[in-house]
């Protein structure tokens, strides 16, 4: 199936979005219990199937691959919720709570669009390290693996992402200053 869909087999891609797609959902929905969060990541994981077809490397059965990728934005979902609710926590329990509150959001909105910005227009290889390490919790091992590279490339490509990902949010130090000023931490 995986070389029909490098062939851009449209057929292929349906037959697997119908195979999978209500175990995937049911599982999503067993940690997260909100239909639309549910099917947004589903949506998301098929999504970057069809846009990756040709370069995809799966090492495993693609049942396994669907339910690691599921499994990973699960738990990437419930990282950035208890981010923003610690945020949202530290906000309400502040003095000023009317006066910041909106700033604040904004502030934390604009930073993190800025930072998805700046990953998404990594060069391609880069992009792809980044995001197994970062997304995904690979160990640089485990990519140097999956991408069939050295590690000390991974190491390298790694480091090239976090320069890049730096130097394209040293506009953002003032916003990140006011948020220190208004206590998050």
Partial sequence: MLYRLRQGDRNAFAELY?????????????RLLLREECEEIIQEIFIDIWEKRETLVITVSMEAYLFGALRYRIYNLIRSRKIRNAYLDHLTNTQEIEKNY????????ELAGALARSIENLPEKIKKVYQLSR?????????SLQLNIPVDTVEKQMGKAIKIIRASLKDFILILILLAESGFE
């Fill in 135 to 143: 997304r995904e919790n690979l160990s640089y091992k485990e990519i």
């Fill in 102 to 109: 909106i700033e604040d959001s904004l502030y934390y909105d």
């Fill in 18 to 30: 119908k195979k999978y797609w209500r175990r995937l959902f049911d599982s999503a929905y067993k």
